[in-house]
């Protein structure tokens, strides 16, 4: 038997060792009420047991090493080292109402090549597993903050990660982090075969589709995975995704001076969202001012705010839904795309 998570190892020893069932319920209380991270606090526990779960998992209940922590007004960036040697990092965003929103890493590196991504620029390490995953979500829990809203929107792409599945699992699970389906945004480039399976499995999680210029051919350029899953392909599907789950798809687009903010770009956006369907209102454009680092490129740059906001009207005027998302964390490279595993 395959175990995918500490979640169900534990679980298991606990089988093992013929421990009444209430034992499960006994320890998540403690991680998750109590915020107990040593398996030896657990004093409710039969000193036997505490001892048996020490030799088989480890002292401590989080099992990746924060090195390095970056603090700015409202945004904490915590570099972990997992096992391998390498690096990940989650950011945590403080709202000014006290809420905590909190962009976590799916894979070390990424291997999509996007033009523009700083994590893109390290190719892929490998895919996290899902206690790698939600372990960036238990350091902060075990510190004492509170879990709002998650996005798989730090280094990696979700879906190219089969593991993201039970990683929603455990998310959900109430005896667990029992965070809402609609508390987790999952962001993708358009990774056909498990856009489907989320629909399927999780349709009440948000999902964001990164779509970034409504040209096929400089869709491909910025995007390579747009050769192997065409935008109008994943649109098609994204039309499925609405109509099955009844939710909103939100369309990431970053503005790129002079690369994909003219009015020109804007009118296809607009024409692309148009005439889908009766849901065709559930989409929504959220657009990213674009951040550069050390790494990406030197020919992007932000858009002005003047064209930002010309930008805006355009879409306004022909009936689309459109955001500009608030830019917080770039003094310590943490907004999107930043994120490369790396001490900047
Ligand atoms: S934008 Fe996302 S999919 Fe593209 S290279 Fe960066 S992390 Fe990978």
């Known amino acids: 038997m395959k175990l995918t998570s500490k979640y169900e190892m534990i679980q298991h020893i606990l089988t093992e060792l013929k421990q009444p069932a209430y034992r499960f319920e006994q320890i998540a209380e403690a991680i998750f009420k109590q915020r107990i991270g040593e398996y030896d606090r657990m004093t409710i526990l039969p000193k036997g047991l505490r001892n048996e779960l020490i030799m088989r998992l480890g002292e401590h209940v989080l099992n990746l090493t924060p090195v390095i922590q970056k603090t700015s007004r409202q945004v904490n960036k915590v570099l972990f080292a997992i096992e391998g040697g390498e690096h990940v990092e989650a950011v945590q965003l403080s709202y000014e109402r006290g809420w905590k929103s909190y962009c976590i890493s799916s894979q070390c590196g990424c291997g999509y090549g996007c033009s523009f991504c700083a994590t893109g620029t390290i190719g892929l390490?490998?895919?996290?597993?899902?206690?790698?995953?939600?372990?960036?979500?238990?350091?902060?829990?075990?510190?004492?903050?509170?879990?709002?809203?998650?996005?798989?929107?730090?280094?990696?792409?979700?879906?190219?990660?089969?593991?993201?599945?039970?990683?929603?699992?455990?998310?959900?699970?109430?005896?667990?982090?029992?965070?809402?389906?609609?508390?987790?945004?999952?962001?993708?480039?358009?990774?056909?075969?498990?856009?489907?399976?989320?629909?399927?499995?999780?349709?009440?999680?948000?999902?964001?589709?990164?779509?970034?210029?409504?040209?096929?051919?400089?869709?491909?350029?910025?995007?390579?995975?747009?050769?192997?899953?065409?935008?109008?392909?994943?649109?098609?599907?994204?039309?499925?995704?609405?109509?099955?789950?009844?939710?909103?798809?939100?369309?990431?687009?970053?503005?790129?001076?002079?690369?994909?903010?003219?009015?020109?770009?804007?009118?296809?956006?607009?024409?692309?969202?148009?005439?889908?369907?009766?849901?065709?209102?559930?989409?929504?454009?959220?657009?990213?001012?674009?951040?550069?680092?050390d790494v990406t490129p030197e020919s992007f740059h932000q858009s002005d705010n003047d064209r930002v906001q010309r930008f805006v009207s355009i879409l306004k005027s022909k009936g689309i839904k459109v955001t500009v998302r608030t830019q917080f964390g770039t003094d310590i490279n943490a907004a999107c795309g930043q994120l490369y595993g790396h001490n900047k």
């Open 125 to 293: 390490k490998r895919n996290l597993t899902a206690d790698e995953i939600t372990d960036q979500l238990l350091y902060f829990h075990l510190n004492g903050d509170a879990l709002d809203s998650v996005s798989f929107m730090g280094m990696g792409e979700a879906l190219a990660n089969p593991n993201i599945f039970d990683t929603l699992k455990i998310l959900t699970d109430s005896r667990t982090f029992g965070l809402g389906h609609r508390r987790i945004t999952v962001s993708t480039i358009g990774i056909l075969p498990n856009i489907d399976r989320l629909t399927k499995e999780f349709p009440q999680v948000n999902l964001t589709f990164s779509l970034h210029s409504p040209f096929d051919e400089q869709r491909s350029e910025l995007m390579p995975i747009n050769n192997r899953f065409p935008l109008h392909d994943v649109l098609n599907r994204l039309d499925q995704h609405i109509h099955d789950a009844g939710r909103k798809v939100y369309i990431a687009y970053i503005l790129l001076r002079g690369k994909n903010d003219s009015n020109e770009h804007a009118e296809a956006i607009a024409a692309l969202l148009k005439d889908r369907g009766p849901w065709e209102h559930l989409y929504h454009v959220n657009l990213i001012p674009y951040n550069s680092t």
